[in-house]
């Protein structure tokens, strides 16, 4: 019934590790996004694919890669944590991408915490 | 640069209070303007959207306007439950789509 799901809900890891956050949605939607929430709660985005296409990327460290397989599954790998990694990480999902865009159905969030 | 403030950061009120949640921005080239809901340990929820050209919008004892030239916006919570009690984030839009982010105000409403 989910509509955005990721897993895992929690992790946490000791830096250096890599580490892999899986996103899916069921929407049929086309457009896919994560975004960082940090401490201070500001909600950041990171990347959107359209149709497995990356379309933003806001200058997010390489150790950080997107992968989308298809359309309705976006994952996101980080290589070499490091601490100030530590956030929730949210995907969503909107029908589109640009002006009509802004309906986006979000996912529970990826707590991640890194030791 | 855009630029989304929040104020208050937290706000605390009895229930059945009426009150006001402010959000302000930087650049008023905006698309439009989204108020949503963040639940602790759950997703995002849209509350209201106010597209550029409108001034307001109302959905049951939520009403939210828009001051595009002033860049500010307010939500307004009638007759305030507990179960308001969240954090409450405002996002703006370039036509881009891309949405940015206030810091949110967490609300508290006491039985």
């Known amino acids: 019934d989910t509509a955005v799901s990721q897993t895992p809900k929690y992790l946490v890891t000791q830096m250096g590790n890599d580490k892999s956050i899986k996103c899916e949605q069921n929407l049929g939607h086309d457009t896919m996004y994560w975004y960082k929430q940090d401490s201070k709660k500001f909600l950041k985005i990171m990347f959107s694919y359209n149709n497995k296409e990356l379309i933003i990327n806001e200058t997010v460290p390489n150790r950080f890669s997107p992968k989308s397989p298809d359309k309705a599954h976006l994952n996101l790998h980080i290589n070499s944590l490091e601490l100030g990694d530590s956030a929730v990480y949210f995907c969503?999902?909107?029908?589109?991408?640009?002006?009509?865009?802004?309906?986006?159905?979000f996912g529970a969030g990826s707590r991640l915490t890194v030791l | 640069k855009q630029e989304v403030t929040q104020i208050p950061a937290a706000l605390s009120v009895p229930e059945g209070e009426n009150l006001v949640l402010n959000c302000s921005f930087t650049d008023s080239a905006i698309y439009n303007l989204q108020w949503f809901r963040q639940d602790p340990g759950k997703g995002l929820t849209s509350l209201l959207l106010i597209q550029s050209s409108q001034r307001e919008q109302t959905s049951g004892r939520l009403n939210a306007s828009l001051d595009k030239s002033s860049g500010r916006s307010t939500l307004y919570i009638a007759a305030s439950q507990p179960g308001d009690s969240a954090t409450y984030l405002c996002a703006v839009s370039s036509n881009t789509g891309k949405l940015i982010f206030g810091q949110g105000t967490t609300l508290q409403v006491k039985p």
């Open positions: 969503a999902s909107s029908r589109i991408q640009g002006l009509g865009a802004n309906v986006l159905t």
